[in-house]
């Protein structure tokens, strides 16, 4: 019924975890730095869990210095939330998470969405989730590298403080399929500098 918590976790390190839950919530990191971990497997068999892997705050610190070489996530909400990522309780920037290839497919809400975050790597692959990515406050100094199908309401949302280093790369093909043709495939809301390096949109608005 619940997924794992780290709390205030040093130096951890994993090589796999697996798992599918219902109603509640899935694996959350709170406050963990340097964590090096090999693979993330996780379900929602429910559709109702509003983030498969969270990384978010304890009472007294923040995630950052974060390797996972692989998450798939699948059937939720949101499928990977970061919350204050890359940063520590001062706003000060800190290296922030690395996921070499991550994979979110069929989530309601978002395939990874991110608040206040820096110094984010991420390749990240999104088929049939209401939006690939969505983003919300602070977003600085990271490269995102996108392959997103089939999104139901747009591929990709950037907040209103995003950009600042921020540099997104791939592809969006057959974005807003269901639910919103109205919107735009990608929409950009920041008025930072944000680098589009080699984004090709095929179809949708």
Known sequence: KYGPVFQDAIDLSFGAIEGGWRNTFGIEFRGCAS?????????????SISALVAFKDSATRRCWNCHITTIFAIGAINAVTLENVGLDTSGNERPGITIDHLTTHNNSGVGLKTTNCANLDIKHDSYNDGKGLETSGLLTNSNLSVNYRYNKVEAITIGAGGGNGLILSGSVKNANTSLAANKSAIDIQSVENIVAENIIIVTGK
Do not use: H
């Open 35 to 47: 964590v090096w971990g090999k693979s993330i497997a996780v379900g929602d068999e429910s559709n």
